[in-house]
């Protein structure tokens, strides 16, 4: 389509999108309530400990199906399909790799039930390395020097000291391995950290942001957000 040169009444998604229907891939179960992601070839599947796939949100219904209808595609890919809802959904934590210091990182998915804090990686851990922000004259942004970290944890001395909170004194830009310095935070311009972390292309799929523990000893996963 061509640049506009008039106003145009544009089409939106009824409730911002939030339920989509998928094809499920050919010889496929989907149970309702599991966690749903889309492989290569764009077909819905239970998500699992997989890395490449696309979460879309918690299979709600079978579509045209009745209610309470698992998705069963005994046949080809697409003839069945599958109604995902993207939100803010309780599920297990595989490992117990997930407390309150997880909140506000990615939960990797394990299977279609579960997700973990481990991208499942074999990756190369890094321990105290350390870390000098520009001028305070500069943008706050610092180079790990690797790409696809994870587990990262930002402290005051090489020994540990204060160990500071993402999101409130950092931000991490996982896939590029970027810090940037939060205003008003508790790091100081130009200030050398410590920082511990691993790094190493990811062998799970980001299922959605942590958002809470559940008293259960499950946790709250967003699926409109990734980190």
Not at 101 to 111: H, L, S
């Amino acid at each position: 389509m061509a640049a506009l040169t008039n106003s145009r009444n544009t089409p939106e998604l009824a409730d911002g999108g939030r339920m989509q229907v998928y094809p499920v891939e050919a010889n496929t179960t989907i149970y309702l309530g599991a966690i749903v992601a889309l492989n290569d070839n764009g077909n819905a599947v239970p998500t699992s400990s997989t890395a490449g796939l696309k979460t879309v949100g918690r299979a709600e219904m079978m579509y045209g199906g009745v209610p309470g209808q698992d998705a069963v595609n005994a046949g080809a890919a697409g003839a069945v399909s599958i109604v995902a809802r993207r939100g803010v959904f309780m599920y297990g934590v595989n490992d117990g790799s997930i407390g309150a210091a997880q909140i506000g990182q990615t939960a990797f998915a394990v299977d279609d039930n579960s997700v973990s804090a481990s991208d499942g990686s074999g990756a190369t851990a890094v321990a105290a390395q350390s870390t000098t922000f520009p001028a305070a004259t500069s943008a706050q942004i610092a180079a790990l020097g690797h790409e696809n970290v994870s587990k990262v944890k930002v402290h005051s001395t090489s020994g540990g000291g204060t160990v500071y909170t993402e999101g409130a004194d950092y931000v991490v830009d996982y896939p590029t391995g970027l810090i940037m310095l939060v205003a008003g935070g508790a790091i100081a311009a130009a200030a050398t950290v410590f920082v511990d972390y691993n790094w190493g292309a990811p062998t799970r799929s980001a299922a959605g942001r942590i958002v809470n523990m559940d008293p259960s000893g499950q946790v709250w996963v967003d699926f409109w957000h990734h980190s």
